[in-house]
């Protein structure tokens, strides 16, 4: 018996879980949950269902783990707590500062309801908050420093189009690499923004647009551009499509700590990535959250969850007995 | 009220578990287990109690978690069942092969005691083990590499200074950057042990000794160096004291993957460690792991676990709300 998945929302992020499913023979996808005419909803696989946001609790009892693939300022807010009252739910709800609300919300929900919700999964907020816990613990007298990138910014990159005379745009957050040298040599640096990251941005201009202009307002945007070196090329539209179609990210959480009687020991605990597709990657790990949303379920569980209190061994198909024997 | 701990062997990993408890403000050393003349051993701190081994079982019910820092191949398979009938235990226990039945011999000690028994933490085994649970979970398609050093094996030390004609030796285990290299640009590569590492021995020889035979006796030596490319340099004493006396190591555990629905995207997942001293870091890794031991033991649990098993937030010393709220 399968553990049967549902899609709700079916973006970027919903077609990764639907890929990312098949890789997991111990999965099935029931249904994707879609808020637009499910006629139109042009599917990867031509055998999923779909079928409207609307009618979802007809599908309770007949879906193990709702994965949501809504987006964070307006969906998920609303849609987890909502669905977590009918079904085990997993999100990847990364509003930092609301975390904490959402989680109540959450965790009231899926009490209510007997069931598990897991919360902002995915690679941040999801394994490098798990990175920086497990190094964070292990080296208590050390610092913690997060670089993002090379990648690109959703966030970012719409922000540039709302500008008068754009047509479209790419943003890359790059790490510089001095700071990242003088993090790892466990220098222990103060780092400011513009230290730690460059911001690239490539853009197409509306014909006999001011360049000049559109290049001002996007390095002296506050909060996005302003606190940053920013680099902007003005590129084609073909130019764009072909160069800077993909949506790669990805960065990386590095603790140096000091250990021994006077700290005379210095360690560097690094974990990173690298990802051709930001959205397919946090599919995926969504999809392994979703097998221990199962399990807990079936361990009579109930509440919220997020990554840093889940055991590993959860989120694996092999067994326990298979772990130790293969990974330890 | 802190959790008191105990060390059961003392020897570089013991000390470094000495020094890791006073980094840990919820913690407190309660005594050092010795199999000597406990006035003839220096403990790091004057202040540190030193009591013989054999008074052990007098001191239940005043220690929370024993940690064992004795060695693989015969202290912990007798020592960490023995004691995890009496007393909460973290060991290190590395010989891969034994895992498996060691779990289940510490499992039967901590379920008829009451107890509970965390075993093979460290690196790897632990957090090493911990890395690829994760990545591969979440990149069902893909593939994971394991790379040491660069760093000190003891073991491969040990074996040169065994050969006739050696005063003392150091071997250190070097990653191929080509097989790194190859790995993370996600080639997938075959690799042979010859292709993933080197090895680099300093070697103190007697004076008068037959260096050309000492060098084949150790390029020729089967398991530890012929499937190796392995270089030898004779150093003085004085050099070997003085550029070689510490204990380096590390490694990373790197896993590529490919998603999407033609596996057209690629991943690579990096965990990786630099580490001035490989037993205080070991050391701290169990001071965390026995923070959860204690947490596991209050909420009765018994028997034995991994890494693998125990949710990350039992070895923060913060609240799962704290670390909600900053991790995240």
Not at 104 to 114: F, M, P, S
Not at 220 to 238: K, R
Not at 265 to 279: F, I, Q
Not at 287 to 312: N, Q, S
């Amino acid at each position: 018996m399968k553990i049967r998945i549902g899609i709700f929302g079916y973006g970027n992020l919903g077609r990764g879980v639907e890929a990312a499913i098949r890789q997991n023979k111990d999965m099935e996808l029931v249904a994707v949950f879609t808020r637009r005419a499910p006629a139109l909803v042009k599917t990867l696989f031509p055998d999923t269902t779909v079928l409207p946001a609307d009618d979802v609790l007809e599908m309770k009892g007949k879906i193990d783990v709702m994965i949501l693939c809504g987006g964070s300022a307006t969906d998920l807010p609303v849609q987890t707590p909502m669905l977590a009252e009918h079904f085990n739910v997993v999100d990847s709800f990364d509003t930092h500062a609301c975390i904490p609300q959402h989680y109540e919300n959450v965790d009231r929900a899926a009490k209510a309801g007997g069931r598990v919700g897991i919360i902002s999964v995915g690679w941040d907020p999801g394994m490098f908050s798990l990175a920086r816990l497990l190094a964070g613990a292990i080296l208590p007298e050390g610092e913690a420093y997060t670089f993002w990138g090379p990648g690109v910014s959703q966030g970012h990159s719409d922000a540039i189009r709302r500008i008068d005379g754009v047509l479209d745009a790419k943003q890359y957050t790059v790490p510089v690499d001095a700071a990242l040298a003088a993090v790892r040599a466990g220098e222990v640096p103060q780092l400011t923004v513009r230290e730690k990251h460059t911001r690239e941005c490539f853009v197409v201009a509306r014909e006999g647009a001011d360049l000049a202009r559109i290049e001002k307002e996007i390095k002296e945007m506050p909060n996005y551009f302003a606190d940053y070196d920013t680099t902007v090329t003005f590129v084609s539209a073909e130019e764009l499509a072909e160069k800077h179609s993909g949506i790669p990210h990805g960065g990386r959480v590095i603790r140096t700590g000091r250990t021994g009687v006077d700290g005379t020991h210095r360690h560097v605990v690094e974990y990173s990535l690298k990802l051709d597709s930001n959205p397919e990657f946090t599919a995926s790990v969504l999809v392994a959250y979703a097998r221990a949303a199962y399990r807990l379920h079936a361990e009579h569980v109930t509440g919220c969850r997020t990554v840093l209190d889940i055991a590993p061994t959860y989120i694996s198909a092999n067994t326990p007995a298979e772990l130790r024997e293969s990974l330890l």
